[in-house]
């Protein structure tokens, strides 16, 4: 109880100085000397309050004070320690107040490493960060408050939804929101950067580092989030177009895009306008995430409770941001027509702005997959859902060129260049697709968009290796995450061409055989756990080379609240998962039973590693060079 | 001047894209069972209770004719209560009173039929109750009324006198 007391009040002190802040800069704006020491301590106050209301909430949920209504709602004194910590930020309260604990915490290490840019420009992206902030403070305080009192206290709580119940999903949010809100310093920089008229190339240098900090993240969270769906949701697939995974792939296009703007706006002084709406535009879809997500205008698996005042919260607040910094973009920005006719067709900025093109068609394919189920809904009344063949009719081809853009692209130089010594290029052209038309044609499939596919991925593979050792360190993080690039990509082919399933329902004893595997239903097992009971099948799968494998998925009945799961038990291996998942039928002694086997799984996890480690390379050698 | 007509239409294209999200909060976006008036009956394959024959909806179910569809089981006890109405309605000539038999026991069905007389002109049977779900119902009793194999209206719950009256009033 004295936890959430205290959680309340310094959320409240929080804004306060947010408020403060905010007064204070405007009023002191032209007098920016005095204020400059004072800023730091203010926002590090700031961060403070947060800091202490976010462990008051750690707390709560720690000791089980089920006086506090969204410890009552999300825990049970059953639940193992790690998950009582990650049910902090398993619910809707909790999540927004990490989010504003990392909102506070980026603009306190934004000031405290910033320091040869000029005082007004810190202050005006303060005072953006603080409109964030105290929004994001209202928000918190008035619509979805995590410290709400109950009375009578309850004994127990309701318990954590079991599927929440998995270390990467414990991870994922934190990491996914550092990636997330990471992008509200960009967006905060970029419209006082705007404001100011200092769009350059040391600015460019400087907010690169925050570029790519939130692209890690991103990068990161979204993988956890995958990994996630893969392992314990047990629908046997990585990627589902499910709305809430599209609305952190939307940011990740647009920061990605940003990412290779700011480098040609870092060379180049161009493309300034392209870097200020990508920037508005990473994070307006974070929020515009929040908000489909938030609202329960859409139905998805993260939609937490649903309350309509809280949707129109987020609502208006997003488009305020939005129409804030619309009117800046319009009204300060005049793009510098004189560096913009300055293109050479064959040249590195080209063949980026080209790829930014091809980037945001594939934005706008996922933003309109997503949306326009709203829109049709809302025009016509008519209710249709989008689904993986939507995506991949559209985005599939377009790879095509992206990926031999990608490819070809670093090779150029910038300004101008020709096609002197790049001999090889064409070497590696042919030599990919007659590779790939073999690998196709061994195992007889002969659909041509493939051939071309993984031709143009392989392609990119090639060429990226051949750099590794032509090129040695020159360039080694955009190489890294182009060659991680053009392994996800193989990999998500490969995976899709050649995975095999088996549906079937067995009683125990009983076996299933066909061409390529035999499974035999060999025992049931049953195990009490501390907040579980589960039953586990054993299985032995025979597959024709004779390779025989034990695998041994589990029915999982929580107790609190009482829900069934079922665990696919998954056998990974660098060539190959081997994923077996089941279900009861209704009554009877039969177990539905899927198996499946994924080539190349491991890889899809690997390379996204990879690319964001290439990203982490840069931001590594940024601050080394300084 | 061209800049200035860009940044207007991007202003109003958000507003219109505020409006429109405004309003899709205020849409449920909860997915229940249609309620779809004159909608076509669906169509399933279902075992005809004393017979065992298999049917299909066109055996049912003829053009120009009007039926009752009626869901029942033995164990519901609302079921029993709006019996009596049924058999009564039966009296009347111009409506064809038809039975879903909903997750039920054979032997108890029969001995509720016995007991409290058959007003069914045909009875077929759902032991998984995948029928009802594929005609929308809810749950037991459930009725509908179907005229050129479509459905007019839908009774959740036991019948009364009133919707009785109802029905009468529509198929004169």
Request: aromatic share 16%; hydrophobic share 50%; charged share 15%.
């Amino acid at each position: 109880m004295i936890y959430s007391l205290v959680g309340y009040y310094s959320l409240v002190l929080g804004l306060i100085v947010g408020l403060t802040l905010f007064y204070f800069s405007f009023k002191n704006f032209n007098n920016a000397t005095i204020l400059n020491s004072k800023i730091l301590s203010f926002t590090f106050l700031q961060f403070f309050f947060v800091v202490i209301s976010f462990l008051c909430l750690i707390f709560s949920f720690v000791v089980s004070d089920f006086s506090n209504e969204t410890v009552f709602n999300n825990s049970h004194t059953t639940k193992p320690l790690f998950y009582k910590i990650s049910g902090t930020w398993g619910n809707h309260e909790g999540s927004l107040l990490l989010w504003l604990l990392v909102l506070t915490f980026f603009i306190f290490i934004f000031l405290l490493k910033t320091k040869n840019q000029p005082t007004k420009y810190k202050i005006l992206t303060l005072v953006f960060q603080q409109v964030i902030i105290i929004g994001f403070f209202i928000f918190l305080i008035k619509t979805s408050n995590p410290f709400n009192y109950l009375f009578p206290i309850p004994v127990e709580g309701l318990g954590l939804n079991p599927i929440l119940q998995d270390p990467a999903l414990a991870i994922h949010p934190p990491i996914l929101y550092l990636g997330y809100v990471g992008s509200s310093i960009i967006f905060s920089s970029v419209l006082s950067a705007t404001a100011l008229k200092m769009i350059s190339i040391s600015w460019a240098t400087h907010i690169k580092k925050w570029i790519l900090t939130s692209w890690i993240f991103l990068t990161l969270g979204i993988l956890l989030g995958s990994i996630w769906a893969y392992y314990e949701l047990g629908w046997g697939g990585f990627w589902f177009w499910d709305p809430v995974e599209n609305v952190s792939l939307m940011p990740w296009l647009a920061l990605t895009t940003l990412l290779h703007c700011i480098m040609v706006l870092e060379k180049k002084n161009i493309l300034s306008s392209w870097t200020i709406i990508l920037s508005i535009a990473t994070f307006t879809l974070s929020m515009c995430g929040t908000f489909l997500v938030r609202s329960g205008i859409l139905n998805s698996v993260h939609t937490f409770a649903n309350d309509p005042e809280r949707g129109v919260f987020i609502l208006i607040f997003l488009f305020i941001l939005i129409f804030l910094s619309l009117f800046i973009f319009f009204f300060f920005h005049k793009d510098n027509e004189k560096n913009s006719n300055q293109f050479f067709w064959l040249s590195k900025e080209t063949s980026i702005l080209i790829n930014n093109w091809f980037m945001m068609y594939f934005l706008s394919v996922v933003l309109i997959g997503t949306v326009y189920p709203i829109f049709l809904d809302v025009i016509s009344s008519e209710k249709i859902s989008v689904g993986p063949p939507f995506y991949h009719k559209l985005i599939m081809p377009f790879l095509i060129p992206f990926l031999l853009m990608m490819a070809i692209g670093p090779k150029l130089k910038w300004i101008k260049s020709d096609f002197e010594n790049k001999f090889y290029l064409i070497c590696l052209l042919l030599i990919s697709i007659f590779l790939a038309y073999f690998i196709l044609k061994s195992f007889n499939q002969k659909i041509l968009i493939n051939t071309i596919l993984i031709s143009s991925a392989l392609y990119l593979f090639f060429i990226t290796i051949r750099d590794f050792f032509v090129k040695k360190y020159k360039n080694l993080s955009q190489n890294i995450s182009h060659f991680g690039f053009s392994l996800l990509i193989l990999s998500i082919l490969f995976n899709n061409l050649f995975s095999s399933e088996v549906i079937t329902n067995l009683k125990l004893g009983e076996t299933f055989e066909n061409s390529k595997v035999n499974i035999y239903f060999e025992s049931i097992d049953s195990k009490k756990s501390k907040n579980y009971d589960s039953i586990i099948a054993n299985f032995i799968i025979r597959n024709s080379n004779g390779e025989e494998d034990k695998l041994s998925p589990e029915l999982r009945i929580y107790n609190q609240p009482v829900i069934a799961t079922s665990e696919a038990d998954i056998k990974t291996s660098l060539i190959s998962d081997k994923f077996i998942v089941v279900n009861l039928v209704q009554n009877q002694d039969y177990f539905n039973v899927r198996y499946q086997v994924k080539p190349l799984m491991m890889w899809i996890w690997i390379s996204v590693i990879l690319i964001s480690f290439g990203g982490l390379i840069s931001l590594i050698k940024k601050n080394h060079e300084k | 001047m061209r800049n200035k007509i860009l940044s207007i239409s991007v202003f109003l294209f958000f507003s219109i894209v505020f409006v429109i999200f405004f309003k899709g909060l205020k849409e449920t976006n909860i997915y229940t069972p249609d309620l779809d008036i004159k909608k076509e009956i669906p169509f399933f394959h279902a075992k005809d209770f004393y017979t065992g024959k298999k049917l299909n909806t066109s055996d049912i179910f003829k053009l120009n004719q009007t039926y009752l569809l009626n869901i029942w089981s033995s164990w519901c006890l609302p079921c029993r209560k709006e019996h009596p109405l049924l058999l009564s309605l039966n009296e009347n000539k111009k409506i064809n009173i038809i039975g879903m038999n909903y997750k039920d026991n054979k032997i108890n069905a029969e001995k509720f039929l016995k007991e409290l007389g058959n007003p069914y002109k045909r009875v077929f049977e759902d032991l998984e109750g995948t029928i009802a779900i594929e005609w929308g119902a809810y749950g037991v009793p459930e009725t509908f009324l179907i005229y050129n194999n479509k459905i007019i209206r839908k009774y959740i719950g036991p019948l009364n006198l009133n919707i009785i009256e109802e029905i009468k009033l529509l198929i004169k």
